[in-house]
Nanobody
Framework: VQLQASGGGLVQPGGSLRLFCTAS????????VGWFRQAPGKEREWVSC????????YYADSVEGRFTVSRDVAKNTVYLQMDSLESDDTAIYYC?????????????????WGQGTQVTVSS
């Protein structure tokens, strides 16, 4: 069972990136999938989530209107489309799957994380 985030890179302010969360060994359909990020010197924070079942989406205020989370069921992948990127978005991004609600994932403490992906927004 493995969950991996990828797709990060270096982008200029105002640019876009698309992150991928891929699962192996289990089906993401039955899980809420959350995106989290950790900037240098800061605690990890919740960014976005897509719920299990109806695939509803949720966003932190700081990314609302700029980020979009979505799923490709056939590819067992969750995406995070990030537009209008700002320097404050610079962080390592992680994804997490949980058989719970997005509202719970938002504040739950997780101790085991998969590989994250570095996003750097800089001119």
């Amino acid at each position: 069972v493995q969950l991996q985030a990828s797709g990060g890179g270096l982008v200029q302010p105002g640019g876009s990136l698309r992150l991928f969360c891929t699962a192996s060994g289990f089906t993401l359909d039955y899980y809420a999938v959350g995106w989290f990020r950790q900037a240098p010197g800061k605690e990890r924070e919740w960014v976005s989530c897509t719920s299990r079942g109806d695939f509803s989406t949720y966003y932190a205020d700081s990314v609302e209107g700029r980020f979009t989370v979505s799923r490709d069921v056939a590819k067992n992948t969750v995406y995070l489309q990030m537009d209008s990127l700002e320097s404050d978005d610079t962080a390592i991004y992680y994804c997490m799957a949980d058989r719970t609600f997005c509202t719970i994932m938002r504040t739950r403490s997780y101790h085991t994380w998969g590989q994250g992906t570095q996003v750097t927004v800089s001119s």
